[in-house]
């Protein structure tokens, strides 16, 4: 786990300003996915990345979410315009290749704590 | 639509016994099951997977059942351990349009380990 880099771990904002999490996979995988936990419940997929393509979105709200992964840098999820229900823990998973995601070929990250006030 | 539901939010178990976590779902494509375990701050850390063509998969101290009739697994864990206290989520997996997988995760059990 300690592989995967996410930041900041905690983050506050106030209703309609911008959250931006980033997102650093491990050395040498290229594919990242987006999970969201919100309270009480169970890791839900938002969205499936490969180096500057979006693979799979899904699982993303249509309306001020996106999603980055580019060629240099981190992968960056940036909700625009934040809610009170976009509280929530935020983590990011990655894996070498976009085989399955089991035994030690895919690592989460310790996630984001989002949280709007 | 909770595809996989994890029925039990909290379990509590003498150090020493056995420790029974199931985990049902509905969505006959999921063809592979994980099981992840969660501290509190930390990311999910994968423990022990099945392959939907097998019934058992043993590691140590964990083993996961599959029944596949009845869209059921559990995951057993003995002998129960203090560190073995966290939230256990039962995840399945199926590929999705876009030929990726795609895990599905259940609620999650708090398992407690009694001293």
């Known amino acids: 786990n300690a592989g995967v880099m996410q930041n900041p771990r905690h983050l506050v904002r106030r209703r309609g300003q911008e959250a931006r999490l980033r997102c650093s996979p491990m050395?040498?995988?290229?594919?990242v996915y987006w999970y969201r936990q919100l309270p009480e419940e169970g890791l839900k997929f938002m969205v499936y990345l490969q180096k500057e393509n979006i693979i799979d979105e899904s699982g993303m709200p249509k309306e001020r979410f996106s999603a980055e992964f580019p060629k240099e840098g981190p992968s960056i999820l940036r909700i625009q315009q934040v809610v009170r229900g976009d509280s929530a823990a935020y983590f990011c998973a990655s894996s070498p290749a976009g085989r399955r995601l089991m035994n030690t070929e895919a690592f989460f990250g310790q996630g984001t704590r989002l949280t709007v006030v | 639509d909770q595809q996989v539901k994890q029925n039990s939010p909290s379990l509590s178990v003498q150090e020493g016994r056995i420790s029974i976590l199931n985990c049902d779902y509905t969505n006959s494509m999921f063809d592979y099951f994980l099981w992840y375990k969660k501290y509190p701050a930390e990311g999910p850390t994968f423990l022990i997977s099945?392959?939907?063509?097998?019934d058992k998969n043993e590691d140590g101290r964990f083993t996961v059942f599959l029944n596949k009739s009845a869209k059921h697994l559990s995951l057993h864990i003995v002998p129960s351990q203090p560190g073995d206290s966290a939230v256990y989520f039962c995840?399945?997996?199926?590929?999705?349009?876009?030929?990726?997988?795609?895990?599905?995760f259940g609620t999650g059990t708090r398992l407690t380990i009694i001293p």
């Open positions: 099945i392959s939907s063509i097998k």
């Open positions: 995840a399945a997996s199926a590929r999705s349009n876009f030929g990726n997988e795609k895990l599905t």
């Open positions: 050395k040498g995988h290229s594919h």
